[in-house]
């Protein structure tokens, strides 16, 4: 029975990496940025989250009306200011930007919060569980899964159903021609920035519930966003979602086994995923950059 | 306003592609309501000469007036607002959309006239059985009526179309320019890029010709002679 509670346990950890790659896989779909700080954008929402919840006394969850909008702003603001200038300057400018940003994030982190790793207040929400048998499940783990699913599908359907989507979708097809039929791209990118950072900040505050933190806990987190994408395919949310599953299953699944080899065998799957099938498990058999993936919405 | 203010008027256009120069100085009005074809050889200079109109392309100098107003500076999605669409080259269609997704993406700027989905699909029979299909699936001729459509789905007051005919059928042709027809009788003024020279002089009330980025030949469609034009298109003569 422990092989179906690892089971079990790896599809709602699968969750919340599926909740920090999507933010990642939006970007690079539409904007063609690989935005290397995502973890450490993550991580700051955690940041964001302690400091709302200590000055105001209340679990975390009680300041996501304010850090969400917070980090929604953050992301239009980054974008607008700092990665929409970089794209200007071809594909590469954006990779050594996001670098920078992410070296810069993980120092100021430390210099204003010490390297002392620290975990959110998570309320009555943090050590309540349920049993089915022999399975035992916590609520906090279920809770960031299904806000995975919903933040997920919520956002499938806005890209497939809302005016806006259609925008994201076209510039991810063609941005040349977006911009010709009277796209005014700009807006358009800004906002999908800040739906990566507000996601991502979601993301981090689960995280930050669910372990602990620390300044430079962003990288780890970005490689496994990474990963999710790639094993998922990139442009497809319910590929990222699986993707995300694998991961956890495989992680969770192996550690069973033994705990060393836990997180190596989750490389090994993506590394095995990159021989196999280049493109991701969701969008056929064309290597990436081939891919008009945001298309498969619709 | 006066009705014989041209629509279009375009001034000395320096156009470049890093240091290669497209336009040399190009001049070109279009009056309201008028057909204009565009005409050349390849690599003439029509298809930068549309794109600068539509402001995908910045002129290094000259400018671009429209109902009067200097639009050299504004992006296309103003352009649009204001009433200009293009049908560019090679349909360029998004490929992951449906049909009525690519019609409807061509309306997020439209201007104050613009086309419900209903009137386009009236206009275009040949795609209104198809709006839920993936617009990679359609046939090259259905392909380029979603282009135009999508252009009109903007709305425009002025429409450029660049190479509408190529590599169809040319009974495919003939139904696109029945919707063009219909279209200027409806007071749409259109500049046109047409590679077959004699639908390009009937269709048309003015005609311009560019030769490696000048205009060698510029008249009304029915007082320039076919030899006149065919001399001006490979640069032979006084013209």
């Known amino acids: 029975m422990s092989w179906v509670n690892a089971v079990v346990q790896g599809i709602l950890l699968g969750g919340q990496y599926a909740l920090i790659a999507c933010g ?10 690989v935005n290397l700080a995502h973890g450490d954008l993550a991580i700051c929402g955690a940041y964001l989250g302690l400091v709302l919840s200590s000055a105001l006394g209340v679990p975390v969850w009680v300041t996501l009306p304010l850090l969400l909008p917070a980090a929604f702003l953050a992301g239009m603001a980054l974008q607008l200011l700092l990665l929409g200038r970089a794209l200007r300057h071809g594909v590469l400018a954006p990779v050594l930007v996001t670098f920078g940003l992410s070296v810069m994030i993980e120092n100021l982190l430390q210099v204003a919060a010490t390297s002392d790793p620290r975990g959110l207040n998570g309320g009555a929400l943090t050590l309540a569980s349920f049993t089915i048998g022999s399975l035992t499940v916590s609520w906090l783990f279920l809770a960031a899964f299904l806000t995975a699913c919903v933040v997920l599908s919520g956002l499938q359907l806005a890209l497939s159903r809302t005016s806006w989507g259609r925008q994201v979708r076209a510039i991810a097809d063609d941005l040349d021609t977006a911009r010709l039929v009277g796209i005014n791209v700009r807006p358009v990118f800004a906002t999908v920035a800040g739906v990566a950072v507000a996601t991502a900040a979601l993301a981090g505050v689960f995280i930050g519930t669910i372990g602990t933190f620390d300044p430079l806990a962003g990288t780890n987190t970005l490689i496994f966003a990474f990963e999710a994408v790639v094993i998922g395919g990139i442009g497809s949310l319910s590929g990222t979602l699986v993707g995300g ?29 990159l021989v196999v099938r280049p493109g991701g498990l969701f969008t056929g058999h064309q290597p990436v950059r081939e891919v008009h993936g945001w298309g498969a919405l619709g | 306003m006066t009705q014989d203010q041209p629509l279009l008027e375009i001034t000395g256009l320096d156009v470049f592609y890093g240091d290669f120069q497209a336009l040399f100085g190009v001049s070109m009005s279009v009056s309201r309501g008028s057909v204009t074809s565009l005409v050349g050889a390849n690599g003439a200079g029509k298809t930068t000469l549309l794109r600068t109109i539509a402001g995908a392309q910045a002129p290094a100098r000259g400018a671009v007036r429209y109902a009067g107003l200097d639009i050299t500076a504004d992006p296309p999605y103003r352009r649009i607002s204001r009433g200009i669409a293009l049908v560019p080259e090679g349909r360029k269609l998004f490929p992951s959309l449906t049909v009525e997704e690519n019609i409807q993406v061509g309306g997020v700027a ?13 206009a275009f029979p040949m795609i209104a059985g198809r709006r839920r299909q993936r617009a990679s699936t359609l046939s090259g ?8 459509a999508r252009a009109l789905a903007a709305g425009p007051a002025l429409l450029l ?18 919707v063009l027809r219909g279209l200027r009788s409806a007071g749409t003024t259109l500049v046109i890029v047409e590679q077959d020279l004699r639908r390009a002089m009937a269709a048309s009330d003015h005609l311009v010709c560019l030769l490696e980025g000048r205009v060698a030949l510029a008249g009304a469609s029915s007082e320039v002679t076919r030899e006149l034009v065919v001399a001006a298109y490979f640069g032979q003569g006084d013209s």
């Open chain 1, 24 to 33: 990642l896989s939006l970007a690079f779909g539409v904007m063609r940025i």
């Open chain 2, 141 to 148: 001729g259905e392909q380029q009526a979603v282009a135009i």
């Open chain 1, 245 to 273: 599953i694998a991961l956890g299953v495989t992680q969770v699944v192996v550690g069973e086994v033994n705990q060393a080899y836990a997180v190596l065998a989750v490389h090994l799957l993506f590394l095995a995923v």
């Open chain 2, 110 to 122: 439209a201007a104050s006239g613009s086309w419900p989905l209903e009137r386009i699909y009236d």
């Open chain 2, 161 to 178: 179309l660049d190479e509408i005919s190529l590599g169809l059928a040319p009974r495919v042709v003939e139904e696109l320019y029945q």
